[in-house]
């Protein structure tokens, strides 16, 4: 191989491109090629190499102590510079198929690191930082201001702030020089209020007040904020979750920095989630819906080839599919009926994290002592509504229109009971468990928080949570890669990676009666309350935004093709960063499992 195709070669290794060209000069001058049959063991706890190892063809294992397989290696790949940077190993790396690989002197290799910052923080990065730089790599083409624009990066406007007790016609007079429509009341402690023109109109000019009155006896508080080094996204996607036209920004200290309005992010952004949510408000019928949800589509994919991350697609798609769930509910159920009764969606809808359309979960409470009777019938025209804007009926029937899924408050308590108590029976932990994911869409939301604080009142028994949480070990995860390429058997990334985070995920949070639906948040109030340490909550959401980011692209080819919807993934079709981005999330849920079956004892149960 000439030394052109070595620093071709070297070139495309990463981080072994940043290295500047006298850097790869030596790295050549000091790198040969080696022959390794199978079985051979290159390092292990005893065996320390002399060499950092670049796999040409072939393939490499890493075996853990117990003498199981952990991650495989192949074309490019590189593997434990920590033998040679610390000089000990805890792992074995043993040849699997035939190898032909670089290897570089030991002398180098250190000098390399100590002379290239970027080239040595990559090595010597944790878990977490080494994901993300792939991930960023991966990015890189994609990156766009929509991706990677902060709200200090759009047109925040001067604020027109005035205490509580200005009057309100000197507030009116500042902001007139202000040139604008919006007053911003401040109170102790930078908690700020809002006075808009339509307010006026409504308290004042309707009302017939003196405009000698305080301001703060007619702003609304608080001013919803966000920091001005938050991503412009997380601000569209408060406007749209509330309705509103503007947010305030504020710094790190909370202190007002100006005004960020709806008209200057979607400029920014220039896409049509905007005009969608009009669609879905201004609906008089399921069929004025039909042309505002066939676009999400569209949003998915433009928001996808954008590089935006996968929680912020899901949020502002679950933020859209919960006003057409109201909209619905609004349109098809009489006045008097709505305030009787709860519509909640469960399972990935109630998490918050079904992007591309796979089913519907949904479910109504109806309050004791109301005839639940009235209700079926409108139940039955939402389930069909929902299949006719394009949500498929669940399979399950866990839908409104199934009478199990559509009763009173008490039944539903009766069920819960059940749920608990009956652990012979796996379907109560089948249905408890889409319940804990539960989310109020419509109605009397306060019916379905009671029932799950009852519910968190009823889980005192460490064997029923054993049982809940033994799923999460029911999937095998691969601990390679490289047994899917060429083949064509195909990964489940559902199974093998989003289930066992989720279910597990899910088992803490139950355990710890936390509240919060969406796997992410999950996480990071488990974090918060010790029950996972910042590394391991660090590293599930990346596997967890890996693992769905594979998803999503896979769905949406399929749908592009006009093919089914599946979870299975095809390995040959993964470029050589995703691949690795895929074994190190395969490597995290593993772990995460013996986590689980140790917090849960699941080797006690049966």
């Known amino acids: 191989m000439s030394i052109q195709d070595q620093e071709s070669f070297l070139s495309k290794t990463h981080p072994f491109e940043v290295l500047t060209p006298s850097q790869m000069a030596t790295c050549i001058e000091h790198m040969d090629i080696a022959y390794y049959p199978k079985d051979t063991v290159l390092?292990?706890?005893?065996?320390?190499?002399?060499?950092?190892?670049?796999?040409?063809?072939?393939?490499?294992?890493?075996?853990?102590?117990?003498?199981?397989?952990?991650?495989?290696?192949?074309?490019e790949d590189t593997f434990d510079s920590n033998s040679l940077i610390y000089g000990e190993c805890k792992n074995s790396f043993i040849v699997n198929e035939e190898l032909i690989c670089y290897e570089i002197e030991k002398t180098t290799f250190l000098e390399l690191i100590d002379k290239n910052q970027t080239f040595k923080d990559f090595?010597?990065?944790?878990?977490?930082?080494?994901?993300r730089t792939l991930k960023d790599k991966e990015n890189t083409s994609q990156l766009s201001s929509f991706m990677?624009?902060?709200?200090?990066?759009?047109?925040?406007?001067?604020?027109?702030?005035?205490?509580?007790d200005t009057k309100l016609i000197d507030a009116i007079d500042k902001s007139m020089k202000y040139k604008t429509s919006t007053i911003i009341v401040e109170s102790e402690n930078h908690e700020y209020g809002i006075i808009t023109d339509s307010l006026l109109k409504v308290k004042v000019l309707l009302e017939g007040r003196d405009l000698s009155i305080p301001v703060s006896s007619i702003a609304i508080f608080p001013l919803l904020t966000i920091k001005q080094d938050d991503y412009l996204f997380e601000a569209l996607t408060i406007l749209v979750k509330k309705n509103i036209k503007r947010v305030g920004v504020v710094d790190n200290s909370g202190k007002m920095v100006g005004i960020l309005e709806q008209i200057d992010i979607l400029s920014h952004f220039?896409?049509?989630?905007?005009?969608?949510?009009?669609?879905?408000?201004?609906?008089?019928?399921?069929?004025?819906?039909?042309?505002?949800?066939?676009?999400?589509?569209?949003?998915?994919?433009?928001?996808?080839?954008?590089?935006?991350?996968?929680?912020?697609?899901?949020?502002l798609i679950g933020q859209l599919n919960t006003k057409v769930y109201q909209k619905i509910f609004s349109l098809l159920l009489p006045l008097e009926l709505q305030k009787d009764a709860c519509l909640f969606v469960m399972g990935s809808e109630g998490?918050?994290?079904?992007?591309?359309?796979?089913?519907?979960?949904?479910?109504?409470?109806?309050?004791?002592?109301?005839?639940?009777?009235?209700?079926?019938?409108?139940m039955q025209q939402i389930t069909d509504s929902l299949i006719f804007l394009g949500y498929p009926p669940c399979e399950?029937?866990?839908?409104?229109?199934?009478?199990?899924?559509?009763?009173?408050?008490?039944?539903?308590?009766?069920?819960?009971?059940?749920?608990?108590?009956?652990?012979?029976?796996?379907?109560n932990f089948l249905d408890l468990a889409i319940f804990v994911d539960s989310f109020s869409v419509a109605g009397d939301k306060e019916m379905l928080i009671d029932l799950k604080e009852f519910l968190y009142s009823k889980i005192q028994n460490d064997i029923f949570m054993a049982y809940f949480a033994k799923s999460t070990t029911a999937f095998e995860t691969p601990t390679t890669i490289s047994s899917f390429i060429g083949k064509e058997n195909l990964i489940n990334i559902k199974k093998a990676a989003i289930f066992?985070?989720?279910?597990?995920?899910?088992?803490l949070a139950l355990k710890e009666k936390i509240k919060e639906t969406t796997?992410?948040?999950?996480?990071?109030?488990?974090?918060?309350?010790?029950?996972l340490d910042k590394d391991k909550a660090a590293e599930l959401i990346e596997a967890f935004e890996i693992a769905n980011t594979l998803r999503l692209r896979n769905q949406i080819e399929l749908l592009q093709k006009n093919k089914p919807l599946s979870n299975e993934i095809d390995a040959n079709n993964l470029g050589k960063i995703e691949r690795d981005l895929l074994k190190e999330s395969f490597k995290i849920v593993n772990d995460f499992k013996k986590i689980i079956s140790y917090i849960f004892k699941l080797d006690k149960i049966y």
Not at 519 to 526: S, V
Request: aromatic residues 8%; positive net charge; charged residues 30%.
């Open 43 to 75: 390092i292990s706890p005893e065996k320390i190499p002399n060499y950092f190892f670049i796999i040409i063809k072939g393939s490499v294992y890493e075996y853990s102590p117990e003498n199981i397989v952990i991650m495989d290696y192949q074309s």
């Open 123 to 131: 090595f010597l990065k944790d878990l977490v930082n080494k994901i």
């Open 148 to 164: 990677i624009a902060r709200v200090e990066d759009t047109l925040i406007h001067e604020a027109c702030i005035v205490s509580k």
């Open 270 to 315: 220039a896409n049509h989630t905007y005009v969608i949510e009009s669609k879905i408000k201004n609906a008089k019928s399921i069929e004025d819906l039909k042309d505002a949800s066939k676009d999400f589509i569209d949003i998915i994919t433009s928001l996808h080839t954008k590089g935006v991350k996968i929680h912020h697609i899901s949020n």
């Open 351 to 378: 998490r918050n994290e079904q992007i591309i359309k796979t089913d519907q979960d949904n479910a109504l409470i109806v309050r004791d002592g109301v005839d639940i009777e009235q209700y079926r019938p409108y």
């Open 396 to 427: 399950g029937n866990i839908m409104v229109s199934n009478k199990d899924w559509c009763k009173s408050y008490s039944d539903f308590k009766n069920d819960i009971a059940r749920w608990v108590n009956d652990t012979q029976n796996m379907k």
């Open 500 to 507: 066992p985070i989720v279910q597990g995920v899910r088992s």
């Open 519 to 531: 796997t992410i948040k999950r996480i990071q109030i488990l974090e918060q309350r010790k029950v």
